[in-house]
Each structure stands twice: as structure tokens, then as C-alpha cells.
């Protein structure tokens, strides 16, 4: 089993900068990627961003150019972080961090992220 934790969403204005922060806990040594996701209100959710074990990273074209993750792990946890910059108001969401382990990917429980105009 694995168990994530989210931090770091908030209230920004257009163009500022966020960093999301997720905790991993549990069978870390199991997680192949990790990755964050988004949903909006009234839409699908969607892939944000993923990184590999050996820090291979795949962005939405939406966010390409302005959203950065990296991950790190120590023996008792791993981490997988979202720096996100010039913010727009489409970026407002609920990003969820995920971690996939073979045949079944976890997920946190959300991070509120809003971006005022």
C-alpha cells in the first residue's frame, strides 16, 4: 500500500507561482511513476505531468514551458513535486498527486489550486 499527502495549493494571481509538494509513504520502493493530475469543475480529470523512477518527466502541451516536477526518495519516504509558473486562471483545479504501482495507480486526496484574473 501506498499513501500520498498533498501540499501547497492556494490562492495566486494570474502569472504568479506555486509549488505542490506530495508525501509518499507506505511501499515506496514499489512506485514506478509518480505524476499529477487536475479536475476542474464539471471536466474530466487530467494528466498535469509525469516523472519516471530515473527522472524521465512527460507534460501536458498545456503546461509545458511553465510547470516543472522532480521527485525524490529516501528511505522512509518519496517525494514528487509540481513548480508551477505563470499561472493562468485555466490552471484553477483540484491537483491530485498519483503514484503507480504495477497494475493499480494511488492517489492523494487533492490540493485546491485558484488563480484569480
Known amino acids: 500500500q501506498v499513501q500520498l499527502v498533498e501540499s501547497g495549493g492556494g490562492l495566486v494571481q494570474a502569472g504568479g507561482s506555486l509549488r505542490l509538494s506530495c508525501a509518499a509513504s507506505?511501499?515506496?520502493?514499489?512506485?514506478?511513476?509518480m505524476g499529477w493530475y487536475r479536475q476542474a469543475p464539471g471536466k474530466q480529470r487530467e494528466l498535469v505531468a509525469l516523472?519516471?523512477?530515473?527522472?524521465?518527466?512527460?507534460?501536458a502541451d498545456s503546461v509545458k514551458g511553465r510547470f516543472t516536477i522532480s521527485r525524490e526518495r529516501d528511505r522512509s519516504k518519496a517525494m514528487v513535486y509540481l513548480q508551477m509558473n505563470s499561472l493562468q486562471p485555466k490552471d484553477t483545479a483540484v491537483y491530485y498527486c498519483?503514484?503507480?504501482?504495477?497494475?493499480?495507480?494511488?492517489w492523494g486526496q487533492g490540493t485546491q489550486v485558484t488563480v484569480s484574473s
Open positions: 498519483s503514484a503507480s504501482v504495477t497494475g493499480f495507480i494511488h
Open positions: 507506505g511501499s515506496i520502493f514499489s512506485i514506478n511513476e
Open positions: 516523472i519516471t523512477r530515473d527522472g524521465s518527466a512527460n507534460y
